[in-house]
């Protein structure tokens, strides 16, 4: 089973809508594929009508509770989601107490590993415990990043990060997001990338109403939109990037 996880230091960039939309087109494709949710907000869980009462971080962490049963249905075929709860907030106080502190996640997802092909991940915006597990754990991380400096510059930071902690640089793959080419910025730094987006995925995001009307159809964007769609594609051919990537 490969891991792959939406990852951002800043909040409102793009993140679930991604890790809903790559994990819709992974099982479309055939994947056998586990969405599990780690950010409180619950975003991808309300998206993919994650019914049933959540486990407790708490719960799962301790062993509580057999990961098998924290795993949910979704209306859509070989898709599956592991809901999150509002005491997700309290993931990282907890996984202090665990030992060794980055592999608590690792563990948590080795039994998934007969039943899916692929892992996807859907992480709350902070460098913290929780995200020195995900970055432990994951094949590979990528990042949505808004054309903007300071999107840019929380992208830097998390490359920084990354070299101070040890972690491979060779995991990071990010791409632009909520791209709006009416925006002069948005243009200059889709036309010339900075040097921090190098090795970026070619696919780009646009800001698009169809994304926003995710929440409205509470669905990924292929249950609704025109098979032609621009969000549509773009997500179709970041798809492609990552699969490929991954070896999937």
């Known amino acids: 089973m490969k891991t792959l996880a939406l990852y951002n230091v800043k909040g409102g960039v793009g993140k679930s809508a991604a890790a809903v939309n790559l994990a819709y087109l992974a099982a479309a494709s055939g994947l056998r594929t586990l969405v599990w949710d780690l950010d409180s907000q619950a975003a991808s869980s309300w998206y993919l009508h994650a019914n049933g009462e959540a486990a407790k971080a708490k719960q799962v962490l301790a062993g509580d509770t057999p990961v ?11 898709l599956s989601v592991i809901p999150a709860e509002f005491s997700y907030r309290y993931f990282d106080i907890l996984l202090k107490k665990v030992e060794p502190p980055r592999e ?3 563990r948590l997802l080795k039994p998934f590993a007969s039943q899916y092909d692929l892992a996807v991940l859907d992480c709350p915006p902070a460098l913290s415990h929780l ?7 994951a094949d590979l991380v990528m990042v949505p990043v808004v054309p903007t400096w300071l999107s840019l510059r929380a992208f830097e930071q998390l490359r920084e990060y990354f070299n101070q902690e040890g972690f491979s640089q060779k995991k990071l793959k990010p791409f632009y997001s909520m791209a709006d080419r009416r925006r ?7 036309e010339q990338p900075p040097e921090v987006m ?4 070619e696919a780009v995001i646009p800001y698009s109403s169809m994304v926003e009307r995710m929440g409205e ?17 773009a997500y179709a051919e970041l798809w492609l990037e990552a699969s490929k990537t991954l070896g999937l």
Do not use: C, M, W
């Open 217 to 233: 159809h509470q669905a990924p964007i292929a249950a609704y939109a025109p098979s032609d769609d621009p969000a549509l594609t």
């Open 104 to 106: 608590a996640l690792k």
């Open 198 to 201: 190098r090795g970026a995925a």
């Open 68 to 78: 098998s049963r924290l795993v949910r249905p979704t209306p859509y075929e070989d």
């Open 184 to 190: 002069s910025l948005h243009r200059e730094l889709l």
């Open 131 to 137: 995200a020195d597990n995900i970055f432990h754990a």
